[in-house]
């Protein structure tokens, strides 16, 4: 792809060149502590192995002089931590449960003995951190699957349970589309300040500052939400920082399938709805599946999640529409009367060329526009209410939306051996929205189709046993439309309509807004494209020095968007 092609000069150069800005960790964590003897002296020279249980991934690191040792970017998950020294027992701590962006301590103090010998320790990662000064809240694997979430079961809702975070305005959403949602705001500032990270790849888009991919809640590990204060790693926005990650494989093969079904059969009867009448239609379906494992074993590993969301719903509808009477010129019916009422008296249509009062108030046909004469067949006729034009509702029909959205989501883990690890995830959401109005003319509606794609790569090394580099590149693409139900028809504004001046594109041909008061609005609004995407390269270096750890790099973000000239694509990946 011709995105990589221009990144992979910078790539280079992120690699030879001195890094010189703090950068995110993103879903990494990190093991450290000190090795100290029987009478608490520090152990140094012991050889500390840190084994992820799941995929068997191995980390050496040598405790220094004064005991300490520290093993950085770590895949969340479980692990032990195995100490080896001459002269003392093997000493091994298992259970050690890593989440979103955690620096875990574990002491250890070994004892005097044969290395052949070994003390298991079954242990935690402490609750409370010490070892930095971050503020957050971690919304772990069993919060998200047994909470209840409304709607989309979009997981970004829990992010409300953190401290300082309060639901804002949904003008910045975190939805799986661009439509209304719900805003975060944290610590009291503004809902578009927020920072999104998905597998340490951002994932905020420009224009709408929202959310781009939402995986299934089945295939979330957990995410964090960091706010306040939090390390200078993070910083690209004021607001909450919310760092989240895919459950990565391992040995073992884990499942799951899912569907969650909505109908109006099971549904009450609105409160307002005439008990004679039967139920406005509305399905949803809500279905996927997670799947994850090796392909071949401690070395390959894959998380795959698919899933759909489908809904059709119809709601009852009112309109004011217009009389034929009133499409031939005539404005005698009540509602051009004194008090509306059919013996009230005319209320006078002035001809505005002249500044007098139309006879009767009928205006002549010769001085009806033909353009208007051919949008009068939009309007359908009124099909309950009096006879005669009053200015209340005399329409009744269904609002029909549809909603059809479908993600997937695969990664891919892979340990090249105990020094390099390379790391890969793509995913992809096609969500077409339509939206009707009461109207039943085939041309009113709009589709609402959105492409949303994020590709994040990360490569590994381990230089030394305290130096470690690691190289991470995304990228991101959206495309969203509003389109008519005419758009790329043979219909044409200027030819059927009359009405010159307007283009001869059939991607942006419809029947224009038109708003009347006293009346129903008939057309929609110009169809559009808007596209947005983002390139992003990093690279940072992390060293060990003694009781000192030290992260610096460097970073690359290009993020451009807007509007696009009317039936063309935008820009991407060849």
Request: proline residues 6%; positive net charge; contains cysteine.
């Amino acid at each position: 792809m011709h995105f990589l092609r221009r990144l992979l000069p910078l790539a280079l150069a992120a690699l030879l060149s001195i890094p010189c800005t703090v950068v995110a960790q993103g879903d990494r964590a990190s093991i450290l502590g000190d090795v100290t003897d029987a009478s608490g002296a520090a152990v140094p020279g012991a050889t500390v192995t840190v084994t992820n249980t799941g995929t068997r991934e191995r980390r050496i690191a040598v405790t220094d002089q004064r005991g300490g040792f520290e093993t950085p970017v770590l895949n969340i998950g479980e692990y032990e931590v195995a100490v080896e020294q001459t002269g003392f027992r093997r000493e091994v701590v298992r259970g050690i449960v890593l989440v979103v962006g955690q620096r875990a301590r574990v002491d250890i103090k070994l004892e005097v003995g044969s290395v052949s010998q070994e003390v298991i320790i079954q242990g935690s990662a402490p609750l409370l951190s010490t070892d930095d000064a971050t503020l957050g809240q971690l919304i772990d694997e069993r919060k998200i699957r047994e909470l209840p979430i409304p709607g989309k079961r979009n997981m970004y809702m829990l992010a409300l349970l953190g401290a300082g975070m309060s639901r804002g305005p949904a003008s910045s959403v975190t939805t799986s589309g661009f439509g209304p949602g719900f805003g975060i705001a944290a610590m009291g500032q503004k809902v578009h300040n927020n920072w999104f990270l998905l597998d340490g790849a951002p994932t905020r888009t420009s224009i709408h500052a929202s959310m781009r991919l939402r995986p299934s809640v089945e295939a979330l590990q957990e995410f964090k939400v960091e706010s306040g204060f939090y390390s200078a790693e993070f910083g690209t926005q004021s607001g909450a920082q919310i760092v989240s990650s895919i459950r990565p494989g391992s040995n073992d093969f884990h499942g799951a399938l899912f569907h969650f079904l909505r109908n109006e059969k099971l549904d009450a009867r609105n409160f307002f709805q005439n008990p004679l009448v039967k139920k406005q239609p509305y399905r949803r379906n809500n279905y996927g599946a997670v799947l994850s494992g090796r392909i071949l074993r401690d070395k390959l590993f894959f998380t795959a999640n698919y899933e759909a969301f489908a809904e059709r719903r119809n709601a009852q509808g009112f309109g004011i529409f217009p009389t034929q009477r009133m499409f031939r010129g005539d404005l005698t019916e009540p509602f051009f009367r004194t008090g509306r009422a059919p013996s009230g008296g005319l209320l006078p249509i002035r001809d505005i060329t002249a500044n007098t009062p139309f006879p009767g108030n009928q205006i002549p046909a010769s001085r009806i526009a033909p353009q208007a004469s051919r949008l009068f067949q939009f309007w359908v006729p009124p099909n309950f209410g009096p006879a005669e034009f009053d200015g209340g509702n005399n329409y009744s029909g269904d609002a029909r939306s549809t909603v059809d959205d479908r993600q997937m989501f695969l990664r891919m883990d892979y340990n090249l051996g105990d020094k390099n690890r390379i790391f890969g995830r793509y995913g992809i959401q096609d969500i077409n929205e339509f939206g009707g109005i009461i109207n039943p003319h085939p041309f009113f509606g709009q589709d609402r189709p959105k492409r949303q794609q994020n590709l994040a790569l990360q490569y590994t090394r381990l230089v030394s046993a305290t130096k470690l580099n690691e190289l991470k590149v995304s990228y991101n693409r959206d495309l969203f439309q509003t389109l008519d139900r005419v758009s790329g028809q043979d219909f044409n504004i200027a030819r059927d309509l009359l009405i010159p001046g307007q283009t001869n594109d059939r991607f942006t041909t419809g029947v224009p807004s038109i708003s009347i008061t006293g009346v129903s609005g008939i057309g929609n609004v110009v169809p559009n494209t808007i596209w947005d995407e983002s390139r992003r390269i990093a690279d940072t270096f992390s060293w060990i020095k003694g009781r000192h750890s030290l992260k610096i790099g460097t970073e690359f973000f290009h993020a451009p968007s807007g509007p696009l000239p009317a039936g063309r694509s935008a820009p991407g990946p060849s």
